[in-house]
């Protein structure tokens, strides 16, 4: 989904010119989470980190992921905020955006962790 989201905002009038990469390292696990939801949620990152590489001129943005058994997290360095909207936008997924440093970092629990959780909660009651 995330490269459905650089590829729909490589339409962008002003930013279509800056190039996102991304780190991705193999063996990512897969996430659960609405699909729509995610989708503009990746736009608003992607849109972030386009705007703080065209403050510095650069022509390229970096977005990083990576993972382990329980999450999956996506860097994109920016000083912007995602706002209130963001922030519904992850809990919907059922992450969380936090800023470390000069980067966002989306969070989202992998699918094994979900079904994981579902299964405790199922065998306490």
Known sequence: LLDDA??????????????????????????RVPRWALLRLLLLLVDAAKR???????????????????????????????????????????GVVARDGDHLVLTLPTLSALRRRERDESGAV
Not at 6 to 31: F, T
């Open 6 to 31: 650089i590829a729909l905002h490589a339409h962008h009038p002003r930013l279509r010119a800056i190039e996102c990469a991304v780190d991705r390292p193999d063996g990512l696990l897969p996430v």
């Open 52 to 94: 703080a590489a065209g403050e510095d001129a650069s022509p390229r943005v970096a977005l990083g992921l990576s993972g382990d058994d329980e999450l999956v997290r996506l860097r994109s360095r920016t000083a912007e905020e995602l706002g209130a909207y963001g922030a519904s936008l992850a809990t919907r997924c059922g």
